[in-house]
């Protein structure tokens, strides 16, 4: 009999659920699950995970023997860029500045926008720092500067 | 009679100036960012509580109570302008009031979604006061195994009315509680899942996980469809509200603030039950269901009410107890710890007026609110407007200074990029993010209130069913799962949530 994937959502989930669970239980073996008297710090993770597994093989067995459901479909190009804007205002912060961090944010941002405009996303870029600099700088008095060491500010 | 006293001690020590003043810039930053496509409640009072810190605590309060009431309303406009809705429970009213905007009749949604919300708001603010001083009497005397079964009822709500599989979110609470275990463990001292790094010692940052689980994720969604371009604003239209229309949304929303003022005392997702139930109701009751999904007026009269009423009755487990109902009670919690200010029952004692002020002021936002927004709507109509492709980098740079700003740490962004990835993976295989951040939320205390009713029990775990008040209160969340899984209910609740 071949089995094959009928809910390719309620599969991956189930996947994921089932490998995060048994994530947990391994990173937290250490954890002492003690006993209803004398509960320890591993109790709480260890029955969430144990109920995770659950959950996740019961899906996975859905998946399988249950009712057809929609494809899995990532956007994985406005994840990476989207993402990949908020880890370089994180890393340029600091050694930049704000209005620097801001403007390679909002450019690398404005990728995953098509048609991408060089000019335009420098334009807005700049306006939003602009905008940034002066509420929460001037306004809130964030302790960040607008230009940073590297850049000699 | 005590409970007037008691409203004249709270709108004392608010009606001033200043306090109206701060108000009326809360409310009106609230609803700017609240309009927001992709900005809900909860990541809009996140964004502007750096605003609340350099302030004395009774305006900061007045403040968070303008930005509450104006996120909220804010989201209600996309919902009806957009078909965006901006948080949970403006869902359903989107359904008809979406509709209502594509008849050009926008202006009257909006106009009845504020009137109704402004009345459901004033009685609950009464119900509120009424219940206030009674329910803190009677929490004194909660022990733990009975706060236990509060915060059990809270995660049962929210499981119950995500959207989609029950099975799904009841993992995905499983999967915030342990998310919720990360850092210094308050019982033993040990370090959890910390990876040897200093930064998780507090756990994870709640903001950054609202952003990156909502805002982000939000983001990525739209860029990804093929329509993310192309946001067409209806007509907003004329504001007045003809006689039959106000005639024909008074009992909705007079039923919907019952329904709203009950259930949004219970922790979890009352305000979202609470539509979602009025607009079940309204539908049965009317004369003509049929007219709903197709621009009832009702349809958005009732739920809305409804939804004001629970969001304002909400404030009560969080003043009472302490205990927040929902994401953004938790972000009010976290405002007032802050400040200094740790509510619950000897809130009420110790410093009663501003207990009280915060309930005024509650009142007030709302008012305010219907004051300022009514004639505004047609610059939120114009913010809306602007085009996604100006919008979204903005709200992008936002999200991560607003998460910096919070804890002046770089390392809460890579916290919020790390929740956006698990959000978007998981929203695209059908699981809902709110079960996941309210199991973070909602964890600690269901842990520490377990350990502490077992060591006064010695293990015997009869004791929740021993106590009156955790008996009746674990009875009623497994009613309501019971509920959910009965097949009439679950096909019933699908077809609602699906629309």
Redesign the interface.
């Known amino acids: 009999m071949t089995l094959s994937v009928k809910n390719q ?2 599969m ?2 189930g996947a ?2 089932v490998a ?1 669970g048994a994530l ?1 239980l391994y ?2 073996r250490d ?1 002492r699950f003690g ?7 591993g ?3 260890k029955t ?2 144990v ?2 597994i659950g ?2 093989l ?2 996975c067995l859905k998946a399988l023997f249950g009712a057809a ?1 929609p494809k ?4 994985l ?3 990476v860029l ?2 990949g ?3 370089l ?3 340029t ?2 050694p930049l500045g ?1 209005v620097v961090a ?1 403007l390679l ?2 450019v690398v ?2 990728v ?2 098509r048609p991408f405009n060089a000019w335009r ?1 420098l334009l ?2 700049l306006a ?1 720092a602009l ?2 600099t002066a509420l ?1 700088i001037w306004g ?5 500067r607008a230009f940073g060491p590297v850049l000699g500010g | 009679m005590e409970l007037f006293a008691n409203l004249h001690t709270g709108f004392a020590a608010v009606l001033s100036l200043e306090a109206i003043g701060y108000c009326f810039i809360g409310a009106l930053l609230g609803t700017l960012i609240g309009v927001l496509p992709g900005i809900g409640p909860a990541a809009t009072i996140s964004l502007l509580l750096p605003f609340t810190f350099g302030i004395e605590p009774l305006p900061a309060m007045i403040m968070l109570a303008g930005i509450y009431y104006g996120s909220q309303y804010g989201g209600s406009t996309t919902a009806i302008l957009l078909n965006l809705p901006g948080e949970a429970s403006s869902v359903i009213t989107a359904i008809d009031g979406y509709r209502m905007a594509q008849q050009g009749r926008a202006g009257t949604a909006l106009a009845i979604a504020a009137i109704g919300s402004f009345v459901a708001g004033t009685l609950a603010t009464l119900v509120v006061a009424a219940v206030a001083t009674p329910l803190a009497e009677v929490a004194l005397g909660f022990g733990a195994p009975d706060y236990f079964a509060l915060v059990l009822v809270g995660i049962t709500t929210c499981i119950v009315v995500a959207n989609g599989s029950v099975l799904k979110a009841f993992a995905m609470v499983a999967l915030g509680l342990i998310l919720g275990t990360v850092g210094l463990d308050q019982n033993t001292g040990i370090g959890r899942f910390m990876f040897g790094q200093a930064g998780f010692a507090d756990g994870l940052s709640f903001v950054a996980a609202a952003m990156g689980l909502f805002g982000l994720t939000e983001i990525i969604g739209n860029l990804a469809s093929t329509d993310a371009g192309a946001r067409r604003t209806h007509k907003v239209g004329s504001l007045i509200v003809a006689r039959k229309d106000l005639k024909a949304a008074t009992p909705p929303i007079m039923r919907g603030t019952v329904m709203g003022s009950i259930l949004g005392i219970l922790p979890g997702s009352g305000a979202l039950l609470a539509s979602f139930l009025s607009y079940s109701v309204e539908k049965r009751v009317s004369a003509t269901p049929e007219r709903f999904g197709h621009g009832a007026i009702e349809g958005v009269a009732g739920p809305e009410a409804a939804n004001n009423a629970a969001s304002q009755t909400s404030f009560i487990p969080m003043l009472t107890l302490g205990i927040p109902s929902n994401a953004v009670m938790a972000m009010m919690i976290g405002a007032l710890l802050m400040q200094g200010i740790q509510p619950g029952p000897s809130m009420l004692e110790r410093q009663p007026e501003l207990f009280w002020g915060l309930i005024a002021s509650m009142w007030i936002g709302n008012a305010l609110l219907l004051v300022l927004n009514l004639p505004l709507v047609g610059i939120w109509a114009r913010i809306i407007g602007v085009p996604y492709a100006i919008l979204y980098p903005a709200i992008v740079v936002l999200c991560c200074v607003g998460v910096f700003a919070i804890s002046n740490s770089a390392f809460d962004v890579y916290v919020m990029c790390g929740f956006a990835l698990l959000g978007m993976v998981l929203l695209r295989l059908g699981c809902e993010p709110t079960p996941l951040l309210l199991g973070m939320i909602l964890g600690p205390m269901l842990e520490s209130y377990f350990i502490r009713a077992m060591a006064l029990s010695r293990g015997d775990l009869t004791i929740f069913l021993s106590r009156p008040v955790s008996a009746t209160l674990i009875a009623v969340a497994v009613v309501m799962v019971v509920l959910t899984c009965l097949p009439a209910i679950a096909r019933n609740r699908d077809r609602v949530l699906k629309e």
């Open positions: 959502q309620d991956g989930c994921i659920f995060l947990c990173l937290g954890y006993s209803l008297a004398a509960v320890g710090p109790f709480m993770p969430a995970a109920i995770l959950i996740g019961v899906l459901g899995i479909w990532i956007p190009k406005a994840t989207i993402l804007a908020c880890l205002f994180a890393l912060l600091r704000l801001t944010t909002v941002a404005r995953a926008h996303s807005l870029g939003i905008v940034m929460f809130l008095g964030l302790q960040i």
